[in-house]
């Protein structure tokens, strides 16, 4: 990757702090703070250019737009709030979702995505 830009490094930065994938216009208001004046053109822009270098991935989950994550080590899974739309990474894989599947059939891959209420939600 070409030398990261001082918006891009800010996007990383803050995407690195909240630890879990984030939608650009979450990281346009962290970020705002590090880089005065950025947008959420140059928001996406430099979302595209750092997963492009392997430093983020997208992730698309149905019903909400898509959200950001530092691309991390490891097979996770992720929990979806239903009240506020945050997204949360859940550690750790189910061992017994190879006894589900149909005699005589191979997994590839898998996502699970659990939709309910995070605790801030669930608390009020």
Do not use: W
């Not at 947008?39 to 898509?66: D, F, I, M, Q």
């Not at 709030?81 to 898998?110: I, T, V, W």
Request: proline fraction near 6%.
């Amino acid at each position: 990757m070409q030398r990261m830009t001082q918006q891009q490094e800010a996007i990383l930065r803050v995407l690195e702090e909240f630890g879990r994938p984030v939608a650009p216009q979450d990281l346009l208001e962290a970020a705002s703070r590090r880089s005065p004046g950025l947008g959420l053109a140059t928001v996406y822009r430099a979302l595209k250019r750092l997963a492009a270098a392997g430093e983020v991935r997208k992730v698309e989950v149905a019903g909400l737009p898509p959200h950001y994550e530092c691309l991390s080590e490891g097979h996770h899974h992720f929990f979806v709030c239903e009240n506020c739309q945050r997204m949360f990474d859940l550690e750790g894989c189910s061992a017994g979702l190879k006894q589900l599947m149909p005699p005589g059939f191979r997994m590839r891959s898998h996502e699970i995505v659990i939709y309910g209420a995070c605790r801030e939600c669930a608390e009020s």
